[in-house]
């Protein structure tokens, strides 16, 4: 079973820019979560979705989005970069509802200069 | 005080020794994570429990829940164990649960 993909798996852009950043998650999980972890504020909680529908977010500003498609694949989207938001951005997916173990993917290292 | 406390922030071990790291918390919580964090990024799950004892291998969690506490630890720690681990607590729940994260615990076991 192929395992949870990231791309691009770095990107630098420049302040005030916009960038979206897509994982794939492992056939037939429905749960893809996003996690932003930089050295300062370690690893935090963006947002989760499930079949389509945002289901949880995490305390970050609105210039965070995502989106999830048909095929549990999804995106994050960032607009109006900041300097701070030079981060390494992971995804993770899971079965369905509950607490169940999350896998992650290999992340995006992103670069704002 | 952060909701999740990790101890100790770094560890150094020779090949072979036991390991323990340790997580407080200071929320109710419905499960509790422990991941690994190699060089280069990529996380990897270990466990997820809440109650008890897990086992996989060299590696061992507990968590006690009436004392908010769990550690994680490694039989015969061997160089490549060396990495980062993150406790990560769920609390809440349904669709409006919170993930909380340890600062992480970076061990490094010398040959």
């Known amino acids: 079973k192929a395992g949870v993909t990231q791309t691009p798996r770095y990107l630098i852009k420049t302040r005030g820019q916009q960038v979206t950043l897509s994982c794939s998650p492992i056939?037939?999980?429905?749960?893809v979560s996003w996690y932003q972890q930089t050295p300062g504020q370690g690893l935090q909680f963006l947002f989760e979705y499930f079949s389509e529908t945002q289901r949880n977010k995490g305390n970050f500003p609105g210039r965070f989005s995502g989106r999830q498609f048909s095929n549990s694949r999804s995106e994050m989207n960032v607009s109006t970069l900041e300097l701070g938001d030079s981060a390494l951005y992971l995804c993770?997916?899971?079965?369905?509802?509950?607490?169940?173990?999350?896998?992650f993917g290999p992340g995006t290292r992103l670069t704002v200069t | 005080k952060n909701e999740v406390e990790q101890s100790p922030q770094n560890l150094t071990a020779q090949e072979g020794e036991f390991i323990t790291i340790n997580c407080s918390y200071s929320?109710?919580?419905?499960?509790l994570h422990w991941l690994q964090q190699h060089p280069g990024g990529g996380i990897v799950s270990l466990f997820m429990?809440?109650?008890g004892k897990k086992k996989h291998g060299r590696l061992i969690a507990t968590i006690n829940i009436q004392e908010k506490h769990s550690s994680l630890h490694i039989t015969a720690s061997h160089p490549r164990d060396s990495a980062v681990y993150i406790c990560?607590?769920?609390?809440?729940?349904?669709?409006?649960?919170?993930?909380?994260f340890g600062k992480g615990t970076l061990l490094t076991v010398n040959p």
């Open positions: 429990l809440s109650s």
């Open positions: 993770a997916s899971r079965r369905d509802k509950g607490p169940y173990e999350q896998y």
């Open positions: 056939s037939g999980h429905r749960s």
């Open positions: 929320v109710g919580i419905s499960a």
């Open positions: 990560a607590v769920r609390s809440g729940g349904g669709s409006n649960y919170k993930l909380t």
